[in-house]
């Protein structure tokens, strides 16, 4: 027993030690665990709880226990609803084919990968779930692309890019919020959203989003990488898109420059696969750039609206000079984008019955919301005490407590005579309380707050009723002369601008008997050039005739286009006796460049309302780009002009037979203009080809 003691004993310092090393290293853990959760100001921080839990990242083998956070994001792939994400167009190419997402930014300004941007874009869709054209769909064709400048590759880190496009209605889309995050830190739970994620080729792409997470490194990086994990679903999970946005807390976070073509068919949220969906530059990486043609696409719309000789003009319509009654939709309320938000709409019979599909709110002028200027505060009345003046000497309290009780004795109504006895003692006690007060403001004080005391009211008061009466009079007999005139004035403008009308409607019939022309095609001029007289912009007709007919009769044809000019002329320009159109021979023109080609006839076109461009596809190809501007029907070169072509079908002998004769005429130029640049040559075919008049079976 004694031994058993005595190894007991021998034992006994070193347990000791051991027992008390552990339960102090477990103390000081569980302080640093406690003092790791508290913030600056010693309170507990919640959100550690979620990051203290093990996420795991790429570096760590697969198949490990999920770990998710109990408040994460991450969801499966959803089909977005109608107007959930208003922001969001599909780029589409020139043989409706889509291309990548984009986000609007700023009207007219679509944000997408600088890769995109490299591809043969041709236009816009916006308000649409699908990568495919319906009735809700509006098309924006592109103008021009812009890359982030560092790009030069698909191996440059900033793969950003723009797209601008024609003007849209707000109502139709809504740009979106760029995020202010400078560190992605606390940004953990992200939203994608593009088009087709998990479609197979061939299929629609619809419009799509999934819940992520972002497992970057805590210092600020230009790339995040971004998760998708922990989820039970069966969804095929994948990302086959670029350039769509990337939201945290609503806000455009990133951009997608390269996704998951590899589809996940299920998923468990008991095993941990780290699925690798997405990375995304971030919106700190390229915002300064943005901010920048953000601002000066801005700019440039605040000029056009102020400046007062350009009108921006509706845009993603049909033209404007079609003249078919369709019954126009329209969607006046946008629905707030976002889970669970509803959006409603407005019924057929409250449906715009204009002739634009879409309409740009910013080319109506802002107006005043009331008629009435702003009142300053100091009101300025003659013989009255000024309390602007210095009063700021350290001795003069008491005098601006009199200034104040006057301020407020002038704001009472002087028909309250009940208080005027209450009014007149204490302004009496503090005239008397403050002798600083010069005796003339005395005074005039006074007599604004007692005006029974005032000066004696003059003897001879029949000259202050006289006057007043003689004054009524004379102003409503002048009254009556000037709404008499103005009506006149009204009425014979009125008579006037029917008589235009009128006089140009019957014009037309004629040379529709004279020439034989169908019903369709005096319809379409009719239509297109009372839509430039009531909207003060542009419109392009293009007279379609086959040279090639057996018994074609040119004469007859240039007499025809010269006489449909010259009347079009008349009308636009209200009858001047000296007007004439202008005419070009388009195997005559000898300039270097398209400038010089505008500024050649931009005046004549002025004076005159009307050119007419014989045979257009034998206009250069490097001189075609003036009727881009020239044919702006939303920035129109020249307000109230007409711009008139003449094309024979025999010069585009060598293009494939199309659908409609538009298609055709479209195809026929694009191959004529062949060194305009890819990027151009949409928005020019689009401009020039407008409004086509086939008379082919007329001569």
């Known amino acids: 027993m004694m031994k058993i003691g005595s190894i007991f004993l021998h034992f006994l310092i070193p347990i000791v030690f ?3 090393f552990i339960t102090t290293c477990a103390g000081e853990n569980v302080k640093k665990s406690v003092d790791d959760n508290r913030d600056d100001n010693g309170e507990t921080n919640d959100e550690s709880k979620d990051e203290s839990l093990d996420i795991p990242v790429e570096s760590e083998p ?12 991450m969801h499966e792939i959803l089909a977005a609803g109608h107007q959930q994400f208003p922001f969001m167009a599909a780029i589409m190419s020139q043989q409706n084919e889509y291309l990548c997402s984009g986000v609007v930014v700023a009207n007219g300004l679509i944000l997408t990968t600088a ?12 308000n649409t779930t699908t990568d495919k054209k319906d009735d809700t769909t509006v098309s924006l064709h592109v103008i021009k692309t812009e890359r982030f400048p560092t790009f030069t590759g698909s191996d440059s880190l900033k793969d950003i890019g723009i797209v601008y496009t024609e003007k849209h209605n707000n109502s139709i889309a809504t740009k979106i919020i760029l995020s202010n995050y400078t560190n992605p830190r606390n940004v953990l739970d992200l939203e994608g959203i593009g088009f087709g994620l998990n479609a197979d080729i061939g299929q629609t792409k619809e419009l799509q989003y999934v819940g992520m997470e972002n497992r970057s490194p805590e210092e600020v990086t230009d790339v995040l990488k971004i998760y998708f994990d922990c989820v039970e679903t069966k969804v095929t999970t994948c990302f086959k898109d670029t ?20 589809c996940s068919k299920e998923m468990s949220s008991t095993y941990a696969v780290n699925k690798r969906m997405v990375d995304v530059i971030p919106t700190y990486a390229f915002k300064a750039w943005l901010d920048e043609k953000i601002k000066k696409n801005d700019e440039q719309e605040h000029v056009a609206l102020t400046s007062g000789g350009v009108n921006i003009k509706p845009s993603a319509r049909r033209s404007i000079h079609s003249y078919k009654d369709d019954r126009l939709r329209s969607n006046e309320t946008m629905g707030r984008y976002g889970l669970n938000k509803s959006n409603t709409q407005n ?5 715009d019955r204009g002739v634009d599909e879409t309409d740009n709110v910013m080319s109506k002028m802002a107006r005043q919301t009331s008629p009435l200027s702003i009142r300053k505060k100091k009101i300025n009345r003659s013989n009255s005490y000024s309390q602007d003046e210095d ?8 005098d601006s407590d009199v200034e104040d009780s006057f301020s407020n004795y002038l704001s009472k109504s002087r028909a309250e005579d009940e208080s005027y006895p209450a009014v007149k003692n204490r302004s009496n006690i503090s005239l008397e309380r403050d002798p600083s007060l010069p005796h003339q403001q005395k005074l005039n004080a006074f007599s604004r707050i007692n005006p029974r005391t005032t000066q004696p009211q003059p003897a001879n008061t029949s000259r202050g009723i006289i006057l007043p009466i003689f004054l009524v009079i004379i102003a409503v007999f002048s009254y009556f002369i000037l709404k008499d005139q103005t009506t006149i004035q009204t009425q014979e403008k009125s008579t006037q601008t029917n008589y235009d009308e009128i006089k140009f409607e ?3 019939r004629d040379l529709q008997e004279k020439y034989n022309i169908d019903d369709d095609s005096i319809l379409k001029l009719k239509s297109g050039i009372s839509t430039i007289i009531s909207r003060m912009d542009t419109g392009a007709f293009i007279f379609f005739y086959n040279g090639n007919k057996i018994n074609f009769d040119a004469i007859k044809f240039g007499k025809f286009t010269d006489e449909v000019a010259y009347t079009a002329a008349k009308y636009l320009r209200s009858e001047m006796s000296s007007i004439q159109h202008t005419v070009v021979e388009s195997a005559n023109l000898d300039m270097q460049e398209h400038g010089q080609l505008i500024s050649r006839y931009k005046d004549d076109v002025n004076r005159s309302g009307v050119m007419l461009v014989k045979e257009i596809d034998a206009v250069p190809s490097d001189l075609a780009m003036a009727f881009h501007y020239y044919c702006d029907e939303y920035d129109p070169l020249v307000k109230k002009s007409a711009i008139f072509f003449t094309l024979n079908k025999a010069n585009c002998s060598n293009i494939s037979v199309s659908k409609t004769t538009h298609e055709f005429v479209e195809k026929c130029l694009t191959k004529k203009w062949k060194t305009v640049s890819p990027e151009n040559i949409r928005p020019l075919v689009t401009r020039v080809v407008n409004v086509i008049i086939d008379v082919t079976s007329a001569f």
């Open 18 to 20: 051991v027992f008390g």
């Open 347 to 351: 019924g057929p019979e409250d449906a």
């Open 391 to 398: 009063n700021s000497d350290d001795n003069t309290t008491d």
């Open 62 to 73: 697969n198949n490990i226990t999920c770990t998710r956070r109990q408040n994460s994001q």
């Open 115 to 126: 890769q995109c941007t490299q591809q043969p874009l041709s236009y816009i869709l916006l």
């Open 506 to 508: 019957n014009s037309l």
């Open 243 to 262: 350039g769509g946005p990337v939201l945290f807390d609503k806000e455009l976070m990133g951009i997608v420059i390269k996704g998951q073509e590899e």
